[in-house]
């Protein structure tokens, strides 16, 4: 870890403005628009912080959305990638290769599960499991080919994909983008009654996320978690946890379901499982779930590739000492305690778990847009959602100074 001196944000050294000036055009005028980044051109990072390209450093307290779970170039991932890149990165899954069976164990002992389904990107993931749920619906509940039903949570997240925004809340994610995927019912999240009356004898999943990151990072009300589950065993209907943002350390337990003392029947890993390295996903879950596949019925060229497996090796380790776990819950409870202060001084509330946080801007104080750009200008990265939201999920490898020099950031930001 990085001491907080060696870090002086407000100062800069190197090509000036004009240098991210520069590069923000050229995004500008050869990217699609599909993004609204801060104007902030990084560069180089390491542990908790990044420098621009006119050297200033900042303060990464968004952790790339929980995919730098560990930080910016952790030596150990980063170690394993170099080493493999050296050996072979990709065969296809035309062939075998020696490091994918030892990732499948790892990653399924890691998490008390039988069989994983490697892939790449996160909504990768929940597509496979939307998939593995259906056939299973069909070949093993019974349910009339063509009919199965996923209940989903209102204000998800779970991508971006065709399918997934087919049943997303948000009309942004929606608009202009159909005609829909049907065979999904969308319910209130945190509500078990709406849940239980939304199963059919056609339902084959309900799809969750523990905690809704994009939605503001919004913890269900106590013992929700468990009656979900509960409903899913009387009905035969599979629970599918979503915890590419929630799980791997995030939230103080290796899965955020673990706070709750639930099993899911599968989960969506991704973000973290790559390290900050590659793109590296996967589904884990029993082998009755997951054993319905053939070959031939699914795939992905990239997935379970030789560096991917790797890197999610080496992130399996790191995982399995705890120490990550055990960073997320002491600091998660230093953050919360620090945001707690703000309440009633610009911040309205403060949600969340371990080392994640939504944090509410008190109505009639700046929109969460022009929040982050004033951290930004006071060297803390951080970024909005749902309009006056502050989403806060530093890398696991943040000290508590640093979590000061953020927080103080936030509480000055605020109060103007």
């Not at 000036?16 to 995004?27: Q, R, T, Y």
């Not at 005609?179 to 969308?186: E, L, R, S």
């Not at 290796?254 to 793109?279: E, F």
């Not at 970024?383 to 939201?389: G, H, Y």
Request: charged share 20%.
């Amino acid at each position: 870890m990085t001491a907080i001196a060696d870090h002086p944000a407000s100062t800069s050294a190197g090509g000036g403005p004009a240098a991210s000036a520069g590069f923000v055009a050229l995004d500008e005028q050869w990217s699609t628009h599909n993004y609204h980044p801060l104007p902030v051109v990084i560069a180089h990072a390491e542990g908790a912080w990044v420098t621009d390209v006119e050297g200033r450093s900042y303060l990464d307290f968004l952790a790339g959305y929980s995919a730098l779970n560990f930080g910016h170039r952790h030596p150990d991932l980063v170690a394993a990638a170099v080493a493999q890149l050296g050996r072979v990165t990709l065969t296809s899954r035309a062939f075998h290769h020696d490091q994918l069976g030892l990732f499948c164990r790892e990653l399924a002992e890691l998490t008390g599960t039988e069989m994983v389904l490697p892939m790449n990107s996160g909504a990768e993931a929940v597509e496979s499991a939307i998939k593995v749920a259906r056939k299973w619906a069909y070949q093993v509940k019974g349910v009339p080919e063509g009919t199965a039903e996923i209940v989903v949570a209102g204000s998800n997240f779970h991508g971006r994909t065709t399918t997934i925004v087919s049943f997303s809340t948000d009309e942004s994610a929606r608009a202009d983008f159909g005609p829909f995927t049907p065979g999904f019912a969308v319910v209130k999240f945190g509500d078990a009654e709406a849940l239980a009356g939304a199963i059919t004898d056609r339902t084959a999943a309900v799809l969750i996320e523990p905690i809704q990151g994009e939605a503001g990072v919004v913890v269900p009300p106590a013992g929700y978690l468990a009656e979900v589950r509960r409903i899913c065993d009387e009905n035969n209907v599979l629970l599918i946890a979503d915890e590419i943002q929630s799980g791997l350390a995030r939230t103080g337990d290796l899965l955020a379901l673990d706070h709750d003392g639930v099993r899911a029947d599968l989960y969506t890993l991704g973000k973290a499982l790559g390290g900050g390295i590659l793109p590296v996903s996967a589904v884990v879950g029993s082998q009755a779930v997951l054993g319905v596949l053939r070959p031939g019925e699914h795939g992905s060229t990239f997935g379970g590739n030789p560096l991917a497996c790797a890197v999610g090796r080496a992130v399996v380790r790191l995982l399995a000492t705890g120490e990550f776990q055990e960073r997320s819950r002491e600091l998660g409870g230093y953050l919360h305690g620090r945001l707690g202060e703000l309440i009633g001084r610009g911040v309205a509330e403060v949600r969340g778990r371990g080392l994640w946080a939504g944090v509410e801007i008190t109505p009639g104080g700046p929109a969460g847009r022009v929040a982050s750009e004033a951290l930004a200008r006071r060297g803390v990265l951080c970024k909005e959602t749902q309009d006056s939201t502050l989403r806060v999920a530093p890398p696991l490898v943040i000290t508590r100074e640093e979590i000061d020099k953020g927080v103080d950031a936030i509480a000055e930001v605020v109060a103007n």
